[in-house]
């Protein structure tokens, strides 16, 4: 396959400025940033103006209401960008964190220290302000990113690229430091997937669809964070109103996001007596349910589930449910049905978390927590480029540290091997 | 491509058998491995038997001696892979470890625990005590193993997989958490490494063809241990004495390896004192040169190098030569042809060190030490599973913990997401 030339002289620049970006002073890293925070709010009607052009063409399209409210900006969303970065910059410099330290045995010092990966290819969809946070988290990192948003944000992601870029570049950093891909077409992410010359990572944020697509093709490391079958589990022994409150949240606060609950499993010991309460807050707030025969008799008139609406990511307002008898029946039934993202076990009874929070397999396990809680900015870890279900290198909600490497720095009096 | 019925069954065993592996305790793990080191010298006939067979396939297909003495088993090699099950078992359990530990705003208590990655895939070639050494560090993690040996140490590596398999199903472990896969066949190999739903990760430990061979095709993670293009650079301050012991045990001590020096760098301000005395001593040792015009000045008569000579792994002893003018002209070329390996500078001069350290980018830099010093066992940090030259998950030398990942663990009381 032919590799677009275009495309292989942008990654060239990338690794080049990655080298300098890699050596970078956090004191000039956040001076970078600061600008860049800066110049969107003195620029936003260079950005209100590219995003009416891209809301313009949505909008001829048909795409639903859901997609252009994610398209959409305003002076106060661009503001908020602005907040996101003075945030990252603000963040401790994860770069030269010496990651452990100990003396060998024949006298060598030996470290490991964190380091930036290199050249970052971040491949997502639709929301503009993926833009402005991937670029600011990697360039904290250390590193140089290849940015290939949607092409329906095209307009959206080049204003707020460009901007990004000459600010930082006003404070010393290489304005190749920040690419965008401007060739939407989806063979260029094929082929920036296989440049592992100069890509060290790709991140691949979107549909699970277009996540694996990039996975079976890539021979760069993908980080993909995909599909979230989140669980909510109401153990026998689980407070109720705090169960309910937590099952409301966990469907209904953002049905459209990967930490939102697509089956709730309830205890037989405690079914009769939480069911048809929740069933009915559920409803009322617009949720279709799909139950098993047990729960079915507890909430009359509710669709029957299939073996298909287990492994579902409903991204919408249904809800499977079904009724388990033990903890190691819940987690029997996450570890095979779920996505490895977010699972949450509601009970009083200690002993039943920790066999929960042992057993699920998963990025995030919760006890007494909305599974919307997984989240960088919940958890005090400031923005996050995503939340990664692989498990290997980022697991769960993935900062800036996550975007490095680490490597051994050893020093000795001339020791060789004997 | 259809997927061999057998390998398919075997990874869902396997699978089932992870499930069972991540929960035990350490206690467990620790009796478990003891019963396999004792059971090896126990059954040391029956081993060297195995091996007999491999070997005599091997010398009726004319192998090399080199490749002879990495199959050959005797008594003392197998007390030596038992002695490393002894150690690998006193290691500290890597599973449970809280990574991090934080209280959030709300009031969540949040954990980054190490849990098991599930299956692991191990591909390796030649040398039985890898079959031993892979199960081990697998099993300390938590993991189940399916264990893809080369065809020529089959009769070994089965009777090794038999030996290990039993005894740790005599403390409770289950069997199925160490198999091996007896079809020798390439297509196996791909298919496993295409087995995603059912294997989490594959290690691939041998030549760069076959490494990069399996990272096209997997669909699977995979770690690999791959070429060790590694570097020696004699800074113009360098201690000349330690400078040589260190040149001739990178490059002579054990050529064949990862670890081992293929390619020299001079400061200019010193080649004159330095290269002229190493390239005899280098001669006497069997080592033939191939240098850039400036080090053939020095020391005539060696052949001249190529553009081929900087990015190749010779394993041999083979060593090439350049002069340089700066600290950073070496680690713009160790950056430019290196594999991201092991990298030396032998200085006294503090700054030009840390220069070398922070700009070299590979799994390990090193101040006045021998390439090969680069080992879990040197490092202490016990058996290793191979030195990874990727900067995802893990980055040069592997153990245990590397065969785990983290997940956060969050409790609250009733949180939900505002």
Redesign the interface.
Known sequence: MKINPKLLSLAKRSKEAS?KT??LSDEIKKRALKAASKALVEFDAKILAANAKDMALAKKKKYPASYLDRLFLDAGRVEAMARALEEIAAQKDPVGEVVEE?N???G?K?KRVR?P??VIGMIYESRPNVTVEAAALCLKAGNSVILRGGSESLNSNKALADIFSAAIASQGVPADAVLLIENTERKNIYDLAGLDEWV??IIARGSEEMVNDI??RA?V?VLGHGKGVCHVFVDKSA?LV?AE??VL??KT??PGVCNAMETLLVHSGIAKGFLPAVGIRLAKAGVALRGDDASRKLIPGIQKATEKDWPAEYLDLILAVKVVDSVDQAVDHI?RYGSGHTDTIVTEDASS?ERF???V??????????T????GG???LGAEIGIST????A???TGARELT?????????????K
Chains 1, 2 share one sequence.
């Open positions: 080298r890699a050596m100990w060998s045995k024949d060598i030996i380091s990966l290199g060290d990572l996975q079976k021979t490391p407070a705090m409150d937590i949240n966990a606060q953002r570890n978390a929070l042992k057993g397999d998963s990025a995030a396990v919760f006890h007494n927590l909305s919307r809680m997984h989240d919940v958890f005090g692989a498990k290997l290198h697991r769960g909600t490497t680490t490597k051994y720095i050893a020093e000795g009096t001339g020791q060789i091997r």
